[in-house]
C-alpha cells in the first residue's frame, strides 16, 4: 500500500523558519491567522491624566539639553486634548520643521510611559508676544521705577532728568 501525503505535509523547512529557529514538528506551536489577529487586536488604552504627562515630559526633554534651540522649544508645557491628542506649542516654522521630525519619537516615548497606543501628537503654531520690544529711555526708567518704587524716591531727591 502507497501512503500518499498532501502538499502541505511535504516540503522542507523554508529559511525563515530555519533562522528563527523553527522546524518542522514546531509548527503545531505556531500561532494560527487567529491567534494573530487577537494580539493585534489588543490595544492598550490607559487613560493618563494632564499631570502624568507633565510629569514624565521632562525626562523626554532632557536628552536634547545639548540641543539648545530644540530643548528650549520643547520646554513648555503641552497641552492635552479629547481622544488622547498632546498638542505642542511652536513660535515659527523652524520649530515647527523641528518638531515634525521628533514626532514619532515622541509619540513612541510617550505611548510607551503612558501605557496608552491611541496617543498623538499635534504641532500647533501660536503668536508669541513679545511686550515693548524697544523702549524709550523714559520707558525703561518708568518700568524700573514700577519694579523698585527707591527709584523713584532717587529720582525725585537729586531731580535727575535725560533731557538735561
Known amino acids: ?31 494560527n491567522a487567529e491567534e494573530k489577529k487577537d494580539v493585534e487586536k489588543q490595544v492598550i488604552n490607559q487613560d493618563f491624566t494632564i499631570d502624568q504627562l507633565l510629569e514624565i515630559w521632562p525626562k523626554f526633554i532632557a536628552k536634547y539639553k545639548d540641543q539648545i534651540h530644540l530643548y528650549n522649544t520643547l520646554k513648555s508645557d503641552p497641552k492635552l486634548s479629547g481622544d ?17 521630525l521628533l514626532k514619532p519619537e515622541i509619540i513612541g516615548f510617550l505611548q510607551r510611559h503612558l501605557n496608552n497606543s491611541l496617543i498623538d501628537v499635534d504641532i500647533k503654531m501660536i503668536e508669541a508676544v513679545y511686550d515693548n ?3 524709550t529711555d523714559d520707558q525703561k526708567l518708568i518700568n524700573m521705577m514700577k519694579k523698585n518704587l527707591s527709584l523713584q524716591k532717587m529720582k525725585n531727591m537729586f531731580n535727575l532728568d535725560f533731557n538735561s
Open 1 to 31: 500500500m502507497i501512503l500518499k501525503k498532501r502538499k502541505d505535509e511535504i516540503g522542507t523547512p523554508s529559511i525563515m523558519q530555519a533562522l528563527s529557529g523553527i522546524n518542522q514538528q514546531d509548527k503545531s506551536t505556531l500561532p
Open 84 to 100: 488622547y491628542r498632546v498638542i505642542i506649542q511652536v513660535e515659527n516654522s523652524v520649530q515647527q520643521d523641528q518638531i515634525r
Open 133 to 135: 520690544k524697544l523702549l
